[in-house]
């Protein structure tokens, strides 16, 4: 069982920046370097959606629209998953979900806030 937070959400003006961290902690809190870890959004009225992810050897991926304005890394000391985002738009808002999959069992956190307004 692994039980994610996620912090560091919060009201951003456009062109702004926000750091979100996500920490694994409960019984198999410990990152597995095989695991493969993501951040998602969701925003209102629209589907969830893959914004990066990051796997074994520090591989990463984007989505196309944050591509150049967000970074994935994680610390595996620290059992943490974080995003950088930067020059963040409106389009940007949403609830933003971390999630761990391992073994092919996905585990999620409860979200966080982004809102990006002048």
């Known amino acids: 069982q692994v039980h994610l937070v996620e912090s560091g959400g919060g009201l951003v003006q456009p062109g702004g920046s926000l750091r979100l961290s996500c920490a694994a902690s409960?019984?198999?809190?410990?990152?597995?370097?095989?695991?493969?870890m993501a951040w998602y959004r969701q925003a209102p009225g629209k589907q969830r959606e893959l914004v990066a992810q990051?796997?074994?050897?520090?591989?990463?991926d984007y989505a196309d629209s944050v591509k150049g304005r967000f970074t994935i890394s994680g610390d595996n000391a620290k059992n943490t998953l974080y995003l950088q985002m930067n020059s963040l738009k409106a389009e940007d808002t949403a609830i933003y979900y971390c999630?761990?999959?391992?073994?092919?069992?996905?585990?999620w956190g409860q979200g966080t806030q982004v809102t990006v307004s002048s």
């Open positions: 999630k761990i999959e391992r073994y092919a069992i996905n585990y």
């Open positions: 990051i796997r074994m050897g520090g591989i990463t």
């Open positions: 409960g019984p198999s809190g410990i990152i597995f370097s095989t695991d493969v």
